[in-house]
C-alpha cells in the first residue's frame, strides 16, 4: 500500500475487514461495544479453563484482534463521545482485554492508552494498580490490576460524573450530578491481606446543584482535583471550587 503496489489477496481481505469493521461501529456504537464487552467476557471464562479444555487462547481471533479493536476504540473515544460515556465499563473491559498488561506495571493509564483518561469517570491508581469506572446506572466497577478480578459497588443513584483516586491510593472519591453527592470509599482486605477485599463508602458530603446548562455539555462537567491525600476539590469549570476532607 505505501508504495503502490496491488496487494495480495490475504492483504486485501484484512484491509476490507478493517474498514468494514470501523463502519459497523461508526454506525451502531452501543451495539458494537456492548458485543465487544460479551465477547470479552466470554473470553476471560476460557481463559480460566483454557488448559482443562486444551484450547490455545493466543489463537483465537479476540486475541490476535487486540491491536484492531484498541484502533476502533480509540476512534469511537474522540467522535462518538457520548456514547462511549453511556457505556464507560463496558469500554473499560474491552480496553484492558486489549492493552499489555505488563505495560500498566510500571507506566499509568495515561500513557498506555491516553484517550480514555480524557473522561472524568475514569481513574487510575499506579500506587495500588487499581482503576475506577463511574457506570451511567451509578455503579462503579473496581479493577484489580493485580489480581485480573472486578469489584462492582452500588454507588450512587444517578450517573457518575466524576471519579479520582487519593495520590495515595486509600480513598476514592465518587460524584454524581444527577443526585448532587459526594462520596469518600475505602477499600479494605482481610487480614494479612488474605480474603476478598471490600470497598465501603466512608463518608457522604450534599454539593450545591448544578445548572441545567452546565449539565447539557459534558465539556462543561465538574471534575474532581486531590490536593492532599486526604482532601478533594470539587472544580467546575468556571473555576468554582469546594473542598471536601475524607
Given at each position: 500500500?505505501?508504495?503502490?503496489?496491488?496487494?495480495?489477496?490475504?492483504?486485501?481481505?484484512?484491509?476490507?475487514?478493517?474498514?468494514?469493521?470501523t463502519l459497523i461501529a461508526e454506525a451502531r456504537p452501543p451495539a458494537f461495544i456492548t458485543t465487544m464487552a460479551r465477547e470479552?467476557?466470554?473470553?476471560?471464562?476460557?481463559?480460566?479453563?483454557?488448559?482443562?479444555?486444551?484450547?490455545?487462547?493466543?489463537?483465537?481471533?479476540?486475541?490476535?484482534?487486540?491491536?484492531?479493536?484498541?484502533?476502533?476504540?480509540?476512534?469511537?473515544?474522540?467522535?462518538?463521545?457520548?456514547?462511549?460515556?453511556?457505556?464507560?465499563?463496558?469500554?473499560?473491559?474491552?480496553?484492558?482485554?486489549?492493552?499489555?498488561?505488563?505495560?500498566?506495571?510500571?507506566?499509568?493509564?495515561?500513557?498506555?492508552?491516553?484517550?480514555?483518561?480524557?473522561?472524568?469517570?475514569?481513574?487510575?491508581?499506579?500506587?495500588?494498580?487499581?482503576?475506577?469506572?463511574?457506570?451511567?446506572?451509578?455503579?462503579?466497577?473496581?479493577?484489580?490490576?493485580?489480581?485480573?478480578?472486578?469489584?462492582?459497588?452500588?454507588?450512587?443513584?444517578?450517573s457518575v460524573t466524576a471519579l479520582s483516586f487519593s495520590p495515595d491510593g486509600k480513598y476514592l472519591a465518587s460524584y454524581s450530578?444527577?443526585?448532587?453527592?459526594?462520596?469518600?470509599?475505602?477499600?479494605?482486605?482481610?487480614?494479612?491481606?488474605?480474603?476478598?477485599?471490600?470497598?465501603?463508602?466512608?463518608?457522604?458530603?450534599?454539593?450545591?446543584?448544578?445548572?441545567?446548562?452546565?449539565?447539557?455539555?459534558?465539556?462543561r462537567l465538574p471534575k474532581l482535583v486531590w490536593i492532599s491525600n486526604k482532601t478533594v476539590v470539587h472544580m467546575m469549570a468556571?473555576?468554582?471550587?469546594?473542598?471536601?476532607?475524607?
Amino acid at each position: 500500500m505505501k508504495y503502490g503496489l496491488p496487494l495480495i489477496p490475504e492483504a486485501d481481505s484484512c484491509r476490507t475487514a478493517s474498514n468494514a469493521l470501523t463502519l459497523i461501529a461508526e454506525a451502531r456504537p452501543p451495539a458494537f461495544i456492548t458485543t465487544m464487552a460479551r465477547e470479552v467476557a466470554r473470553f476471560n471464562a476460557l481463559q480460566q479453563n483454557a488448559q482443562s479444555l486444551q484450547l490455545n487462547i493466543h489463537n483465537t481471533v479476540l486475541h490476535r484482534a487486540k491491536t484492531e479493536i484498541l484502533r476502533v476504540m480509540e476512534y469511537l473515544i474522540v467522535h462518538k463521545r457520548c456514547h462511549i460515556m453511556d457505556l464507560m465499563v463496558e469500554v473499560m473491559d474491552i480496553v484492558l482485554h486489549c492493552v499489555d498488561s505488563g505495560h500498566l506495571k510500571s507506566r499509568g493509564l495515561n500513557e498506555v492508552f491516553p484517550s480514555i483518561c480524557g473522561f472524568p469517570q475514569v481513574s487510575h491508581c499506579p500506587h495500588t494498580r487499581r482503576i475506577a469506572t463511574g457506570a451511567k446506572n451509578g455503579n462503579i466497577a473496581i479493577y484489580e490490576l493485580r489480581a485480573y478480578k472486578c469489584q462492582m459497588i452500588a454507588a450512587h443513584g444517578s450517573s457518575v460524573t466524576a471519579l479520582s483516586f487519593s495520590p495515595d491510593g486509600k480513598y476514592l472519591a465518587s460524584y454524581s450530578i444527577g443526585e448532587n453527592k459526594l462520596s469518600f470509599w475505602q477499600t479494605s482486605s482481610g487480614m494479612f491481606g488474605l480474603g476478598a477485599s471490600q470497598t465501603k463508602c466512608t463518608k457522604t458530603f450534599s454539593t450545591a446543584p448544578v445548572p441545567d446548562i452546565v449539565r447539557m455539555n459534558p465539556q462543561r462537567l465538574p471534575k474532581l482535583v486531590w490536593i492532599s491525600n486526604k482532601t478533594v476539590v470539587h472544580m467546575m469549570a468556571d473555576g468554582t471550587e469546594h473542598r471536601f476532607n475524607a
